[in-house]
């Protein structure tokens, strides 16, 4: 009875050690992987962030402002260049020690990995003030169609 609750304790454990090496290692073998998905979801928060700004902070006559869309346009600011500096960093990892695979490889990777989230949270919050915002000029309207705020 002692023995295979041990043995149970001790299995855990390894199973929850090795998944955490796994991880670790996912970092560094997954580093295009990564700054790729950084990439795509800097490229549409900085997309929702012009249609907030447009819609949202910077009302036309028939539009109201948006409440919260400064302090989201500041937030977004601060993760875009946080974003853009790892995406930076990088590209010069790239041509650096051993093409890359080195200790700089697997820290931009993670940052890379936690910071896809941040972005894609601050994406749909950008999304939903535009929505807030009152409906388009109706120039825009006939000259362009339809406007949808998911095309981000």
Known sequence: ???AVGWAILEKFGQ????????EFDYL????TNIQKLQ???RKLKSTREGVQLWAVKPDDNLKSVPGADAWLIEANNKIAEADAIIESAARVQTACLKGWCWPRYSLSR?????TPDLVHLQTE???YTRLSNSIPSSLFLLFGVWDPNIY
């Not at 073998?29 to 295009?32: A, E, I, L, S, V």
């Not at 940052?111 to 910071?115: G, Q």
Request: glycine fraction near 8%; hydrophobic fraction near 55%.
């Open 29 to 32: 073998f997954c580093f295009d």
């Open 126 to 128: 950008g999304i939903e």
């Open 40 to 42: 795509t979801q800097l």
């Open 111 to 115: 940052k890379a990995a936690i910071i």
């Open 1 to 3: 009875m002692g023995a």
């Open 16 to 23: 929850c050690l090795f998944d955490l090496i796994r991880s």
